[in-house]
Structure formats: C-alpha cells, structure tokens
C-alpha cells in the first residue's frame, strides 16, 4: 500500500496550501479556559499497579496497514497507532488488548514494510519466529493487487506458494504461536467510499499507485467497470488461500473476511491520501480483528497462560 508515496505527499502539500487561503474565517471568540484547581501539595500520586500476569510478546508482518502508514500528522510509518502492535490508547491494537485481558507486559516486533508485497513475507517471517512470539499477525495483499495495470497483479498461484511456504515456516520454528490472518481488504469499494471527495480524486489522480481499483473514479464505463471487478475477484481469490492456509495450521485464526467485508467511512481514510484508514479508521481494524481473535477457539492457547 506505499504505492501512494512522494507524490502524495506533494499533492497533500498543496491541499493544505489552499485549505489555508480558502478556509472561512471564525467570529467567535475563543472563550478562555478555565483554571484547573491546583493539587494540594502534600498529595500522592496513585501508584500504577505491577502486571502479575504472562508476558506475551506479539511479531507483527504485512505491509503499510501495519505500519500506520499516515494516519498521522506527518507522511510515512506511524508504528505507534498500529492496529497490531501500536500503543497509542486511540486505538486499542491487538498487542494493547492482550496486555489488558491478561494483565501482563507485552513486547511487539514489528516486521512489517511499507509497500511489501506477499513475495517479501516469507523473509519477514523468518524475523518474526526468531523473537519466539506468542502471537504472529498477518495481513498482507493489497499492494499486490494495487499495481498500474491489472497484468502487474501478482498471479493467484504465486500468492499461493508465498503464503504457504510462510506457513510451514511458522509451523517449523513457531508451532506454539497463535497466529491472526487478516483478510485483504477490498481496495475497489474506496471509489463509492470516497470517489465522490474531490480531496480523494486529487491524491488518487496524482498519487497513481493503486491505478488497478482507483484510476478514473467517477467513470462507469464497461472498461472502468471490468477492471475494479478484476481487482476484486482477485481480491477474493486471495482471501480463499489465506482461509485455506491458516485452516491447515491448528492455531491459526483467520478473519473470516471480516475485513475484507468492512466499509471505511470517508473519515476513517488518511486525509493525506484517502488511502490508508486514519487513527479512527485503525481503531476500527482493530476492533475487527480483535473480536476475531478473541472469539476463536484457536486462540485459546494464547489466553490460557498461567
């Protein structure tokens, strides 16, 4: 998904140029805040109480979505607000949320890469099972099918080979990690999301990296049409190998295409590219993914550790 890079942040540049010389001024003044009343000064704070349970640490691969990629107030990575691993409390990630159930530290290593496609999972998973995890996040796809033409598009069968050859690494060096497999999501639904936003065709149109599901929003010709139904049959063909993968391993969990299924609103997209979800829209990918985890039976192993 690093497909909408320098040129994004360049078109960003410029909308937020013209935000400031078109943006209404405001007649209301701002009322003064209020003083807070000051503590007394022999008080304690309380102190913060020790984690008494396991320790659990979380690898994290894919690509840009598990990176943070712009969701923050600068253009790139934003680990922080990972859905998987970050630890801004906006948004709940998955590592955040297994402290919190299990009440123990949790250490993330993130292996994820900006604008990886499948075919650079399997050297990210030979760093994410030497970290010995507890959990291995997975979510891995979208710049596969966010090419310029639809013949980059990376074929079903080479996808196939990349994520079963990460498999069987998992099961060889990490038999005893629980690992949560996202869905991909489904890029084309962008163009109704936010199709219709001249801030998102601006950065689609000047961006071109997802020119397969983004290119000419607006147009509904059979040629326009066919090509974003191509972008998601491969889409799905994709999810089918992931749910056939993850099933053949005994603690794997996959979405069962809860993301793939999800709908982002206008303001869960970066307003750096319309692209990648925002800090509102990572929360929401967390709370998807989190239910998925939580609700498996294949998980148990990671929640029951005493």
């Not at 909308?15 to 009343?37: E, K, N, V």
């Not at 089918?240 to 794997?252: D, W």
């Amino acid at each position: 998904m690093r497909r909408l890079l320098r040129s994004a942040a360049v078109a960003a540049a410029v909308l937020i140029s013209l935000s400031a010389c078109t943006a209404p001024a405001s007649g209301t003044p701002t009322p003064a805040s209020t003083p807070r009343a000051s503590a007394p000064a022999d008080a304690t704070p309380a102190p913060t109480p020790t984690p008494t349970g396991p320790a659990s640490t979380v690898a994290v691969v894919g690509d840009s979505l598990s990176r943070g990629f712009n969701a923050c107030a600068h253009y790139g990575d934003c680990p922080s607000v990972s859905w998987a691993g970050g630890r801004d409390p906006r948004i709940g990630s998955v590592a955040t949320r297994l402290g919190a159930l299990l009440d123990g530290p949790v250490t993330v290593h993130s292996f994820a890469k900006s604008g990886a496609r499948v075919d650079d999972l399997r050297r990210q998973v030979a760093s994410a099972v030497a970290t010995d995890p507890d959990l291995i996040t997975v979510l891995i796809g979208a710049n596969d099918v966010c090419r310029a033409t639809l013949d980059e598009m990376t074929p079903t069968a080479d996808f196939s080979a990349a994520i079963t050859s990460a498999m069987q690494q998992i099961t060889l060096y990490a038999p005893d990690a629980v690992v949560l497999v996202a869905s991909v999501p489904e890029v084309p639904a962008l163009v109704t999301v936010a199709g219709g936003d001249p801030t998102a065709r601006f950065l689609w149109s000047h961006a071109g990296g997802c020119a397969t599901a983004l290119a000419d929003p607006e147009s509904r010709t059979f040629d326009s049409t066919e090509r974003r139904r191509a972008v998601s049959a491969r889409i799905a063909e994709y999810d089918t190998v992931l749910a056939g993968a993850c099933i053949a391993v005994a603690r794997c969990v996959y979405d069962e295409g809860a993301l793939n299924g999800y709908r982002f609103r206008l303001t869960e997209l970066s307003a750096l590219d319309r692209f990648h979800p925002s800090v509102t829209g990572l929360h929401g990918l967390a709370a998807l993914e989190w239910q998925a985890l939580s609700a498996s039976t294949r998980s148990v192993p990671l929640f029951d550790r005493g």
